[in-house]
């Protein structure tokens, strides 16, 4: 089935002005009288974010009520100028960051309790991380680079044990990107033999099962659902494949009209039986994200009639320049997305950061700034 045939865009102007068709008054996005839309949302919200080189952690409740900053540097004791990368699991945030080594630590959103400060593996002379980690819900992995042989490993990290497997890659010049739930863990990677190829290695076993050329070239994101792995390029074309038999399952064409308007896949999620697209749109100034929710059964995406906007009448009749959007999440049962970003307010030349709500047809339930500027947004409950 050709993916023009079965996709349409979901959401959004989501920065933008959702002003299309006729409004009604009682519609927030009006905003008469210069007020900015303050409804509850469904879910809980952690925004990461950092300001003067510092992150911060952020809590906003479902009312809308944003909790102090809490110093992430401070709370892990950690330099300034240390890497920190996060995820978050269920109600766990996991950071995992460089202090001469690779280190990790887990804090419980709930109770504010940090869970411990854990090496990663025992160190070995002549070996350093190389680029950012990944995670399931029960495992980590990073890249491992050898120095003295010039060989790069992919280590697998038991959050629950502590154990780890070091599985040697094939020869290559770059590692592009990585897909990984509870059983897969998939590296793209480009070498001048192989040319662009993914390595599929299977977690329980920690061996390699697969290493296959990937055809259709400038990768940019992927999702497993169960046992597919699920592979996409900038211009919509797409391939699905069997994990457990190699075989290719689906392909897709270029969704034309998509291409044609400018737009370019950013990055995936899987949802659970659905997947969340990033589109990206340029034309020329600013960037406009928005998300595509993908159906992995029927190939179909939610949203039949709505369209992608690329008008920013919300900040701009509100007084704020549109600078761009860092990250969002969706909440599929309420059928809401949750947005951080920046903007420029006034003539104010400095970013502030901006959080908001939006349903699925692109109404905007809630908008705020917030005094950082954010990087990463989870849905919690």
């Not at 009006?30 to 007020?35: A, I, P, T, V």
């Not at 280190?103 to 070996?127: D, F």
């Not at 993914?198 to 169960?226: A, M, P, R, W």
């Not at 939610?302 to 600078?323: H, I, K, Q, R, S």
């Amino acid at each position: 089935m050709r993916l023009k045939e079965v996709v349409f865009i979901v959401c959004v102007c989501l920065i933008a002005g959702c002003s299309s068709g006729d409004n009604n008054s009682e519609d927030p996005n009006e905003n008469e009288g210069g007020q900015l839309p303050k409804g509850s949302f469904p879910s809980n919200v952690t925004i990461i974010g950092e300001r003067d080189d510092i992150k911060y952690q952020l809590d906003i409740s479902r009312d809308g009520v944003i909790s102090p900053e809490i110093n992430l540097h401070e709370q892990l004791d950690l330099n300034e100028d240390t890497s920190l990368f996060y995820v978050v699991r269920g109600d766990i945030l996991r950071f995992h960051y460089h202090l001469g080594r690779t280190h990790y630590s887990q804090k419980n959103l709930a109770t504010g309790e940090i869970i411990g400060r854990v090496n990663i593996c025992p160190p070995v002379e002549g070996e350093q991380q190389s680029g950012a980690s990944i995670h399931s819900n029960s495992r980590m992995a990073i890249r491992i680079n050898s120095f003295s042989t010039n060989e790069d490993f992919a280590v697998i990290h038991d959050i629950a044990t502590g154990s780890c497997q070091k599985i040697l890659l094939p020869p290559h010049v770059n590692h592009e990107s990585s897909i990984m739930n509870e059983s897969y863990l998939v590296l793209y990677l480009q070498s001048e033999e192989l040319g662009d190829f993914l390595v599929v290695i299977d977690l329980e076993s920690g061996t390699i099962v697969k290493t296959f050329s990937y055809g259709l070239g400038n990768f940019i994101s992927g999702t497993i659902n169960d046992k597919t792995l699920w592979v996409f390029s900038r211009d919509f074309t797409y391939q699905a494949y069997d994990l457990e038999t190699s075989e290719l399952v689906r392909q897709g064409e270029a969704y034309d009209s998509i291409v044609d308007m400018g737009l370019r896949l950013f990055r995936s999620k899987n949802l659970g039986s659905k997947m969340l697209l990033t589109l990206s749109y340029v034309q020329p100034n600013p960037v406009v994200e928005g998300p595509l929710i993908y159906d992995y059964d029927t190939g179909v995406a939610l949203g039949e009639n709505m369209v992608l906007l690329e008008a920013n009448d919300f900040m701009n009749n509100n007084g704020y320049g549109f600078v761009g959007i860092n990250d969002f999440d969706v909440d599929m049962e309420s059928e809401t997305i949750y947005v951080c970003g920046k903007g420029v307010r006034g003539s104010d030349v400095s970013n502030v950061g901006i959080f908001m709500v939006l349903d699925f047809s692109g109404r905007i339930i809630h908008f705020t700034e917030i005094g950082i500027t954010p990087e990463e947004i989870f849905v919690r409950n």
